[in-house]
């Protein structure tokens, strides 16, 4: 027989059929020489009731801190490690024993004295005051790894669901997705870098093609500005032939026609002088020959006078020299010059009116040696901006295109007009072909020509 009973636990139902818990403790003792025995019966539905709530509240609180996608672990009031979910186990894998262990000392295994104590300093501070607080970017070096990692972290106080306060760290250990956001960044530049290097390349490629093609166009404007110079050099010296011929030819005639003349006169003035001693009354017989030989190279002279420049020119103008040069020009063989001029013409300045006298002395002098025409007509016609000068015949003409073959190279009658006319800012064509006659054509205009520049 015992002296004492405890139900601790005693489920019982009321005749109501409420259902309670109980406790029920039973004591056997002795009273007045009797056995007694006292029964004690307290309800603790109550209790029970807010021990299972505290119970379902505790493994709610565990299930939650568990399933956080982050790292979570609870420091109660004493300063302990009290609760760790998975993903912060890891982060505190080199800590033994982690549970129940005081987390100044487990700060201390992982980061550095300065660090370790900054830390706990937080988390005094947030279970002492209640305030929460969210670290920056956390970038240290591990004591028990030996490597730098990145966390992002906050704390906060909460009530535990035994009714004490705890502080509850959240963490995210963002080390690698740092190192990956580095290496984006990295790559990034790079991309860039290469966006650029292969700009550059392009640009250079295109400066290199533009160089290329600009040292070929330099070769080839090289290469033309030599055959020009072997041409001008050419031209240059079919001038000096030109003028050297020209000089004979002058020489020539001086020699062959104004000496004989001179040396004729002289013969006569002999007689002449002769005749006035011996016989006064044959003078004016004796001067006539003398006379006629004067007035012959007084012609001669007046000749070549024009051939050079002639005076109407200057004095009269343009019109009139070229009506006195058609005048004196040969018409052997039935050929019929016909001249038709505006009088606007005059206008010109002097270079340009030259310029048209030289054409046209050129045109009929190349008329009488190879076109043997019949007929030639010299019109000057009015042109918009200013006149045009046209010299046609209907001799044998010739093709245009055979002016640069080398046969042709000996003239430069064509040349040297195209070259006078361009020279004073005109324009020269020729219109010729076998059978139908040859067209020159210089246009030249009113306005002034600025001189070239030095």
């Not at 020009?329 to 050929?335: A, N, Y």
């Not at 006319?421 to 246009?443: C, D, Q, S, W, Y």
């Amino acid at each position: 027989w015992k002296h004492e009973v405890r139900y601790e636990n005693l489920p019982l139902k009321s005749q109501h059929g409420r259902h309670q818990e109980v406790e029920v403790v039973a004591n056997l003792y002795q009273e007045n020489g009797h056995a007694v025995i006292q029964c004690n019966i307290r309800d603790i539905t109550a209790r029970k009731q807010a021990e299972d709530a505290l119970r379902r509240s505790e493994a709610l609180f565990s299930s939650l801190i568990a399933q956080a996608p982050v790292g979570v672990y609870v420091v109660d009031a004493e300063f302990r490690m009290q609760q760790v979910n998975p993903t912060a186990r890891s982060v505190f894998k080199n800590v033994h024993p982690l549970e129940g262990r005081d987390f100044s000392e487990i700060v201390q295994i992982l980061w550095s004295k300065p660090v370790a104590d900054q830390v706990g300093k937080h988390f005094r501070h947030t279970l002492r005051t209640g305030e929460s607080y969210k670290s920056p970017e956390f970038t240290q070096r591990r004591k028990d790894l030996g490597t730098e990692e990145v966390y992002e972290w906050q704390i906060q106080r909460v009530t535990l669901p035994a009714g004490k306060p705890a502080v509850v760290c959240f963490f995210n250990n963002i080390t690698a997705r740092k190192h990956a956001e580095a290496i984006q960044h990295r790559l990034d530049i790079l991309a860039a870098s290469n966006k650029k290097l292969k700009q550059e390349i392009v640009r250079r490629k295109a400066v290199e093609a533009a160089l290329k093609q600009s040292e070929e166009h330099a070769l080839r404007l090289l290469e033309q500005s030599r055959k020009l110079q072997k041409k001008l050099r050419h031209f240059s010296h079919q001038i000096l032939q030109a003028q050297e011929t020209q000089r004979k030819e002058i020489s020539r005639e001086l020699h062959d026609k104004v000496c004989q003349l001179l040396v004729g006169i002289n013969v006569h003035l002999e007689v002449f002088a002769s005749l006035a001693v011996s016989n006064p009354r044959g003078i004016p017989q004796a001067a006539a020959p003398l006379r006629e030989l004067v007035e012959k190279s007084v012609r001669i002279v007046h000749q070549f006078a024009r051939e050079l420049r002639p005076a109407s020119l200057d004095d009269l103008g343009l019109i009139p020299a070229i009506r006195s040069y058609i005048a004196d020009f040969p018409k052997q063989k039935g050929r019929q010059i016909q001249f038709a001029a505006y009088a606007g013409v005059e206008d010109l300045d002097n270079d340009k009116r030259t310029v048209l006298y030289r054409v046209v002395q050129e045109a009929l002098t190349n008329v009488e040696k190879h076109a043997h025409a019949s007929e030639v007509k010299v019109i000057i016609l009015k042109a918009p901006d200013g006149v045009c000068l046209e010299i046609a015949d209907n001799g044998k003409s010739f093709e245009v295109g055979c002016l640069s073959a080398a046969p042709w190279g000996g003239r430069l009658g064509l040349i040297g007009m195209r070259e006078r006319v361009e020279m004073v800012g005109g324009r020269f064509t020729v219109l010729a072909a076998p059978g139908k006659g040859t067209t020159i054509r210089a246009e030249l205009s009113f306005e002034e020509i600025p001189p070239p520049l030095e």
